[in-house]
């Protein structure tokens, strides 16, 4: 096995455990000499398959030999996929357009699920707790808009994590940054701040609405609108 594929190897086995729900975050890895006695490889490919994985986000490494020693699972493979999704967006520069079409697709599919489980059996519903909390805190008249935007980006967050799909919640979660940045630079392009807060969770309390009654068209409807209204406006510095 070349050098390369060795410490590959080494990656899939730790991969394939976690996705198996035999290491949870909290779990330490068995040491070099015991990953490399059990996978046929040298210490070498070990020592640079935890590298990539300490870089993913999933896990963190400490040398001596303490019990805080070795490498500990600290994030599920989504950790992974966020902690690339933000590389990306960061190294990039990702065109807002761009994130804007993303967000459409994603976020419109995911108020359609939620109102589609709320349309079946109540036990079965969606969990909207966490999503109503931060609509109820962005009522607060007294809150700046960097705060007001920071809820609204937990809200959106909140809804992806409710409809239960590990994927979509973190592509949203690793592009959040890039969402955050378009958002809060255009702010300052918002002639009337206080009437857009007004707009913005007018538009939310519709999209929860929507799903509550299990109307998927309308949930779907009002979050593409919700979205693509904020960025029309902030788009058109006359508007």
Do not use: K
Request: negative net charge.
């Amino acid at each position: 096995m070349s050098d390369t594929r060795a410490w590959q190897h080494v990656l899939e086995h730790v991969e394939a455990r976690l996705l198996a729900g035999e290491l949870t975050p909290g779990d330490r890895l068995p040491g070099e000499r015991a990953l490399s006695a059990e996978l046929g490889v040298g210490r070498s490919s070990v020592r640079e398959a935890l590298r990539v994985l300490e870089a993913m986000g999933l896990v963190r490494t400490a040398s001596g030999s303490g019990p805080s020693a070795g490498a500990v699972i600290v994030a599920t493979p989504d950790g992974g996929m966020r902690t690339l999704m933000r590389l990306q967006v960061a190294a990039r520069g990702l065109p807002v357009a761009d994130l804007v079409d993303t967000r459409l697709l994603l976020e419109g599919a995911v108020a359609a699920r939620l109102a589609e489980a709320s349309a079946g059996e109540a036990s079965t519903g969606p969990d909207l707790t966490a999503a109503a909390r931060l609509l109820d805190a962005m009522d607060d008249p007294t809150l700046a808009p960097e705060e007001f935007l920071a809820l609204d980006a937990a809200f959106h967050l909140a809804l992806a994590e409710a409809a239960g799909n590990q994927v979509t919640l973190a592509t949203m979660a690793g592009l959040r940054s890039g969402i955050e940045g378009y958002v809060v630079a255009g702010m300052q392009r918002i002639a009337d701040w206080p009437a857009m807060a007004e707009r913005l969770r007018a538009e939310h309390r519709g999209v929860i609405r929507s799903i509550t009654d299990g109307d998927a068209a309308a949930a779907r409807r009002g979050i593409h609108d919700h979205i693509a209204g904020y960025y029309a406006a902030i788009s058109d510095p006359a508007r």
